[in-house]
């Protein structure tokens, strides 16, 4: 086993202690290497200095490293927190269209998937095209080549792509949960090699939700409730959601304010020129309607949807369990996260007009909720939307969604009664801001929206001072990219179906 193997071996099963001694004795040896420059990197962030790692991966840059070093690097640098710094290492890469050799299959699906990582769909969707040109038959390659054309509307694509998945790994969870999303309504059957994949895999959060959602297109809802239910019971054990804790946290959040630590930090960075900046928050309740507020907001050309951004929360630490703190804490790369933040939420902060030339961002991360104080403290002209739906159908709406068990914000979804305290919990604070922050804060009910879109969106453009230009409704034309759980209802016209979608089928 070569020397790089090794510490790659020992990194990946999170020994650093074993690989440190490698990495020291490797850089002695060869001390302009970058390929040992860059798992030093890494073995940083594992260790949690962040900073270093970033310095380190500056310096394996200045040694002109290989194309699968540099990806490396990006990848670190992105997990890091240092967005700009993986965007500026994929730009100065070259993936040319015309002879995509240039870059193996697996190089280019590693760098459409850090494009993705990046907000930056279209770019990860033409490297994803080019990776599977290329090595058609490597299923993991296609599985995100098919995800990717799913989040950009090509449906019987990613649908086509999504079968000769199963076909070569019939227990990818991945692709028959993925399948099942597009598929179920379309079919009057559970598909054979779905019922095979459960009879090896009884306890599959992916192939239960799956089998859900065809039993629910089929009208047997007491037994897609039923799948739904062993789809959250492995995932319930190992999350071990509080819902004590979380009620306390959100009640801390009520009466707590905000630290001296972010005051000083704030008026450290305070020329970054965060004033000038007016971004929109879309928060709320997960399934309560932030991804379509977001799609009529973004056919205004002067609001930019960046969908669920994730700088706020690495900005606050915030990792599984946050909520069992007592006081947000910031990261070791505040400042740096703060300044990127920035920029990405107004492109064009630096033109000199910015009542002419502002691009707001929209960031609709729904779990801001819980930092409003917090954003407004960082931008002060910022404007809040915070989406409220019916109960029922919200809580029904969580627990038929497959959240990924390594999300810090989704382990309450994982439980009936946590989904429901959950949601109390959103609301007590959610009325909290908006009796503070009047000005600032705006509630919508998502059945007043979707009933009389005209006026509630007469009274939202004023709200956030926008003058609106052509015709929101026809956001479904625009078929923009969502990664999220709506992204099918996005490309349909406004309609009321959802109101009390469940009412009387799932009697929880």
Not at 238 to 257: G, P, W, Y
Request: proline letters at 4%; charged letters at 20%.
């Amino acid at each position: 086993m070569t020397l790089a193997s090794q510490v790659k071996q020992y990194l990946t099963k999170g020994a650093l202690t074993k690989a440190h001694p490698l990495l020291v004795s490797w850089l002695q040896q060869e001390p302009h290497n970058p390929h040992a420059w860059g798992f030093l990197a890494e073995l940083n962030l594992l260790a949690g200095d962040k900073s270093k790692a970033l310095k380190i991966i500056s310096k394996a840059l200045s040694l002109a490293p290989s194309l699968p070093i540099t990806l490396h690097l990006a990848k670190t640098a992105l997990l890091a927190g240092d967005h700009q710094q993986c965007e500026n290492i994929l730009k100065d890469l070259t993936f040319n269209t015309a002879h995509p050799l240039s870059a193996s299959a697996i190089e280019l699906d590693l760098a459409a998937n850090l494009w993705l990582r990046l907000n930056q769909p279209y770019r990860a969707l033409s490297l994803f095209d080019q990776a599977h040109s290329l090595d058609e038959l490597n299923a993991n390659i296609s599985l995100n080549y098919a995800i990717c054309l799913k989040m950009a509307g090509k449906i019987q694509d990613a649908e086509r792509l999504f079968e000769s998945v199963i076909k070569q790994q019939p227990l990818n969870e991945l692709a028959h949960l993925s399948l099942a999303e597009l598929n179920a309504d379309k079919s009057n059957t559970i598909p054979i090699s779905l019922e095979k994949a459960l009879e090896k895999k009884p306890k599959s959060q992916y192939l239960n939700y799956a089998k859900a959602l065809y039993l629910e297109a089929q009208k047997d809802y007491k037994s897609a409730w039923h799948s739904f239910e062993l789809s959250k019971e492995t995932a319930a054990q190992s999350v071990q959601f509080e819902t004590d804790a979380h009620q306390k946290f959100c009640l801390n959040r009520i009466q707590s304010s905000i630290s001296e630590k972010l005051d000083a930090f704030i008026k450290n960075t305070s020329k970054t020129g965060n004033k000038a900046i007016a971004p929109i928050f879309i928060v709320g309740m997960p399934r309560s309607g932030t991804s379509l507020l977001e799609q009529l907001l973004a056919t205004q050309p002067r609001l930019k949807p960046l969908g669920e951004l994730s700088f706020l929360p690495q900005l606050l630490n915030i990792k599984a369990g946050f909520y069992k703190q007592t006081e947000l804490t910031l990261s070791d790369t505040a400042e740096l996260l703060f300044k990127q933040y920035s920029q990405l939420l107004n492109e064009n902060n630096q033109q000199t007009d910015m009542r002419q030339n502002n691009i707001r961002g929209i960031d609709k991360q729904p779990f801001n909720l819980y930092f409003v104080d917090v954003i407004l403290k960082l931008f002060p002209n910022a404007k809040i939307i915070w989406l409220v739906r019916n109960k029922f159908d919200t809580c029904v709406g969580n627990f038929r969604q497959a959240y990924q068990v390594n999300s810090p914000f989704h382990h309450y979804s994982f439980d009936w009664q946590h989904i429901n305290a959950c949601y109390d919990d959103f609301l007590k604070l959610g009325t909290h801001w908006q009796q503070t922050f009047s000005e600032s804060f705006i509630r919508i009910d998502y059945e007043n929206l979707v009933s009389e879109p005209h006026s509630q969106l007469a009274d939202l453009f004023n709200f956030l001072n926008i003058e609106a230009e052509g015709d929101p409704l026809e956001f479904h034309q625009h078929n923009y990219f969502s990664a999220t759980a709506s992204k099918l209802q996005l490309r349909q016209p406004l309609n009321t179906r959802s109101i009390n979608k469940f009412k009387g089928i799932y009697p929880v």
